[in-house]
């Protein structure tokens, strides 16, 4: 693939409560020339693996306060960076950013790293991919914690703050992804929300940031909406693992209403763990979210 771009190591450098090894893929099956990214960390052999999706414009190190939680008790914690975000490889061209070109990756790193009884821990973009995932990949997936966000089936219609959000990146296309950070979750201390933007030195590197709001399918014929509609149905009746759902309360676009559908659309899903400080980026409370997992999963 041509014209691609790799965020010098440098950004990455001291980044606040994030220490974990980088690790990588360079020849993953069907994106051979593109280079992902993502933290390994636990016992390489360990029973349970914790498979953590980041979301936008986001990347692994959301996972920074869930990833010791999770390892702490024995477990096995993976967190790739989809191509765009974080230290993975981003083409430089929007055209590239597509909702197949994503979930077909993701089935090639879990595939490459032969994941098994995988735990999916997922929210915003992590749902909308993630969620359609375990049905196409042969009971890899044992457990979900699910956080705020939804599936993309093309056939409801999108919130008027979602809207406003795909309007605002459209019409920014170098937005700040500090400042955004800060503005939805400001507890972030100056050095988060650096980290968060560490991935993006201009505006070349944010393709996958610019197309992320776009890619949500917005009619039935939508790409992602027929497939995201067969994932609902298969979660409605056939999912048989055990689910934990956590709900930051101040997320005016995939908070309690969209997380309360979601919730009835998979089979089993109790009764969430509600936070009502937390607003979209859950992850931020996500040592307290990783507790309460480990304890509704007895693990």
Request: aromatic fraction near 12%; hydrophobic fraction near 40%.
């Amino acid at each position: 693939m041509n014209d691609v771009l790799r965020t010098p190591a440098e950004r990455f450098k001291n980044l606040d409560g994030f220490s974990f090894s980088p690790q990588y893929l360079d020849e993953l099956k069907g994106y051979e020339g593109l280079r992902m990214h993502y933290v390994d960390e636990g016992p390489p052999n360990a029973q349970n693996v914790f498979l953590c999706l980041h979301g936008e414009p986001t990347w692994s190190y959301l996972y920074r306060k869930m990833i010791p939680v999770f390892t702490a008790s024995g477990h096995r914690a993976v967190a790739p960076d989809y191509f765009g975000f974080g230290r993975s490889d981003k083409p430089v061209s929007d055209d590239v950013y597509q909702f197949d070109f994503h979930r077909m990756s993701l089935m090639a790193f879990i595939e490459s790293l032969d994941l098994n009884n995988i735990i999916l821990v997922c929210q915003d973009w992590g749902g909308l991919l993630g969620l359609t995932l375990p049905m196409d990949i042969s009971g890899r997936v044992s457990k979900l914690i699910v956080m705020n966000t939804a599936l993309g089936t093309g056939d409801m219609k999108l919130s008027d703050g979602f809207v406003a959000w795909r309007k605002f990146v459209k019409d920014n296309p170098d937005f700040d992804v500090a400042g955004l950070m800060k503005r939805a979750c400001p507890t972030l201390t100056v050095e988060e929300c650096a980290a968060y933007d560490a991935p993006f030195p201009d505006l070349k590197y944010k393709a996958g940031v610019r197309r992320f709001p776009a890619m949500v399918p917005d009619s039935p014929d939508a790409p992602g909406a027929a497939l995201s509609r067969k994932a609902r149905d298969w979660l409605k009746t056939d999912w048989s693992g055990e689910t934990f759902m956590a709900i930051g309360m101040q997320d005016a676009v995939l908070g309690p209403p969209v997380m309360n559908n979601l919730r009835k659309l998979i089979k089993g899903c109790p009764a969430p763990y509600e936070i009502p400080e937390a607003g979209h980026f859950v992850q931020e409370w996500g040592d307290v979210v990783a507790k309460r997992a480990l304890e509704a999963f007895d693990l």
